[in-house]
């Protein structure tokens, strides 16, 4: 059955007004000054960090992420890798032991604050596996300001996760998750997660970084370096004369305006290559010297272009000056304004992880949900639009992009494993049920959303909740709320029954009679998940209509998705009522076929009983 699915590359949509009124965030500023000692991979620095309490609670305590302390034999990472059923094979040996656990004193990670006062006055701290428990000198009154000055330590641990030195590929420093971290405190509280596997909320802020390293290494990350003509590496404007540097160092100093996390990575062996992008950021690669990866490198970059005129054509302007593809890591992972990517790779698979860890600047770099409560916002929704921007700018062509996202859904609604997408990242019981759940049930949640609502207003949909929400931490119910106001219907039970529990979409056709010269059609609710249908019926002479039966709990209904087909409109399908049936005005002798979902785009568990054929019928 051809595949229905049309994406709307453009278009331009007046942002709904939001009441935004009562809506807050906290906003943080650092100003830093590291030391990284490349003989022993050890560090030293100062952060000053000025924290504005926008809440409308006065603080008497803070917390800071000290996430490098996973990286040690006991912590709570190391605990959970070596109890969970299907460990990650990169944090594990071949024996699926836990590598945490095989750290040698000078293979940890850890950083710790050695001092730390506030406006001046010394406070008292205690450092909680990655998390470090401040109780204040004073409190933060609402709307009021701190100032935090603290000296910290740290040494980067072998690559394991994330971050790390001297990963499979020898890039020596792959600098995520490196710093002090003020946890985020909003509407609902501190989110101090202890960093045990998974994902990150970080504050909105601007970041002002010096670091000094060995003069041989390069280094590329988040933020605008300041001092290219020092430096070098091919930063400097072309055909101008760096000014040399004595010693055997150099300070690197950035900017980063309004992001939530900073990274960087260095190697005395990266090729620095840039591209200007029409209209667009200068996009910067940094990626080893190696012959074997040079080619699919340099092929790479044209592609990542397209990318980024993709991804702000369809969802919002990019709005930072430059984003850097580093290689780097241990698989592929997001930053502000850059991502640490593996690099030897077939070519369709550097371009595939590029595309999805580029889009995550827009979910999650742009619009902040919290990734540990909400990670199918984040995974799920980055997930969608790489893969459409893979359909669009690489070859062949697939009639259905999120099949393979259908496909890992089903895989986990019958293994019996699925948890509700509300579950919090950290609580799932499987890695392969938390990574069905935050990818592909995710990336369901946009397509289907689009069988639900038309794909034009899916489009429009996402469009709009970037507009209205970039720059913030939006949480489910507003991407809901967005899909209901472009189009005028009400999605809440499609929120509620898709992330907030395990019901399954399952519709079948139950019966296909004579009635006279007419044909009757019923239909059997078998899951619990409400849907609207569309029904494609084909006749003996090849011609084709469609017949739709909305949701009564929708309150509307969608445009034609088949504009070259004759559809008809039934009553309201209430969700209580199990069965549905209607009539066509043809004789059951004149029925082909007949099919619920023809763009498959809705997650139905048993595409089994979704097809009615006069062929199958038994013959009398």
């Given at each position: 059955m051809r595949y229905f699915f049309k994406l709307f590359l453009f278009i331009s949509f007046s942002a709904i007004a939001q009441n935004n009124a009562s809506y807050w965030q906290q906003h943080v500023d650092y100003t830093m000054e590291v030391a990284m000692d490349v003989s022993n991979f050890q560090y030293s620095g100062t952060q000053k960090l000025v924290y504005t309490n926008n809440s409308p609670d006065v603080l008497t305590r803070v917390y800071f992420h000290l996430y490098f302390n996973a990286f040690q034999p006991g912590s709570e990472m190391d605990m959970r890798l070596q109890d969970i059923e299907d460990p990650d094979g990169r944090m594990?040996?071949?024996?699926?032991?836990?590598?945490?656990a095989m750290l040698t004193l000078d293979e940890i990670g850890y950083l710790h604050a050695t001092s730390l006062k506030q406006d001046g006055a010394k406070v008292s701290f205690n450092e909680e596996g990655t998390v470090l428990v401040v109780s204040l000198a004073k409190p933060i009154p609402a709307g009021g300001k701190s100032t935090f000055e603290m000296e910290f330590k740290g040494q980067v641990p072998l690559q394991i996760r994330r971050s790390g030195r001297n990963n499979a590929e020898g890039v020596a420093l792959s600098m995520s998750q490196w710093y002090p971290k003020m946890a985020e405190y909003d509407f609902e509280g501190w989110h101090a997660d202890p960093y045990i596997a998974r994902e990150?909320?970080?504050?909105?802020?601007?970041?002002?970084?010096?670091?000094?390293?060995d003069k041989n290494y390069v280094v590329g990350g988040s933020g605008y370096l300041q001092n290219a003509q020092e430096i070098g590496h091919g930063y400097e404007t072309a055909g101008s004369k760096v000014k040399k540097q004595r010693g055997k160092t150099l300070t690197w100093h950035f900017k980063a305006p309004m992001v939530h996390d900073f990274m960087w990575a260095?190697?005395?062996?990266?090729?620095?290559?840039t591209l200007q992008v029409e209209d667009g950021p200068l996009l910067h690669f940094l990626y080893k010297n190696d012959p074997s990866i040079?080619?699919?490198?340099?092929?790479?970059?044209?592609?990542?272009?397209?990318?980024?005129?993709?991804?702000s054509k369809n969802v919002g302007k990019y709005p930072y000056k430059q984003y850097s593809v580093i290689q780097g890591g241990d698989g592929g992972m997001e930053y502000a304004m850059s991502t640490l990517i593996t690099g030897k790779r077939t070519f369709g698979s550097l371009v595939g992880v590029t595309a999805h860890e580029m889009a995550h600047s827009w979910f999650q770099h742009i619009l902040a949900s919290n990734e540990a409560k909400h990670e199918w916002m984040d995974e799920g929704f980055t997930s969608f639009i790489s893969t459409l921007c893979m359909n669009e700018i690489m070859t062949p062509k697939k009639e259905n992009p999120f099949e393979s996202s259908y496909k890992g859904y089903r895989y986990l609604v019958n293994s019996g494993k699925e948890q509700p997408q509300t579950t919090h990242a950290d609580r799932y019981a499987s890695n392969t049920a938390y990574g069905i759940s935050a990818y592909s049930k995710g990336a369901i949640f946009l397509s289907q959303l689009g069988y639900v609502i038309g794909q034009d207003k899916l489009?429009?949909?996402?469009?709009?909740?970037?507009?209205?929400?970039?720059?913030?931490?939006?949480?489910?119910?507003?991407?809901?709320?967005?899909?209901?106001?472009?189009?005028?219907?009400?999605?809440?039970?499609?929120?509620?029954?898709?992330?907030?529990?395990?019901n399954t979409i399952d519709y079948g056709i139950e019966t296909v009679t004579a009635d006279g010269n007419n044909t009757k059609i019923t239909m059997k609710r078998i899951g619990l998940m409400p849907m609207p249908i569309d029904i494609l019926v084909v006749y003996s002479d090849d011609s084709q209509e469609t017949f739709y039966a909305p949701l009564r709990m929708m309150r509307g209904e969608k445009e034609n998705p088949y504009p070259n087909l004759k559809r008809?409109?039934?009553?309201?399908?209430?969700?209580?009522?199990?069965?549905?049936?209607?009539?066509?005005?043809?004789?059951?002798?004149?029925?082909?076929?007949?099919?619920?979902?023809?763009?498959?785009l809705m997650a139905d568990v048993n595409g089994d009983n979704n097809i009615w054929s006069s062929e199958s019928e038994p013959k009398n």
């Open positions: 594990t040996t071949e024996d699926k032991k836990s590598r945490i990150f909320h970080g504050v909105w802020g601007d970041f002002d970084v010096k670091l000094t390293i260095a190697d005395p062996e990266y090729i620095h290559d040079q080619e699919n490198w340099k092929k790479l970059q044209p592609k990542t272009a397209e990318m980024m005129k993709f991804f489009m429009q949909t996402l469009r709009t909740y970037f507009d209205d929400f970039k720059f913030k931490h939006p949480i489910p119910n507003d991407i809901k709320r967005t899909a209901e106001k472009v189009s005028g219907m009400e999605l809440d039970w499609y929120l509620v029954d898709w992330t907030q529990t395990t008809t409109v039934l009553e309201d399908w209430p969700w209580a009522k199990p069965t549905y049936t209607f009539s066509i005005n043809r004789p059951l002798t004149d029925v082909k076929a007949i099919m619920i979902d023809p763009s498959q």
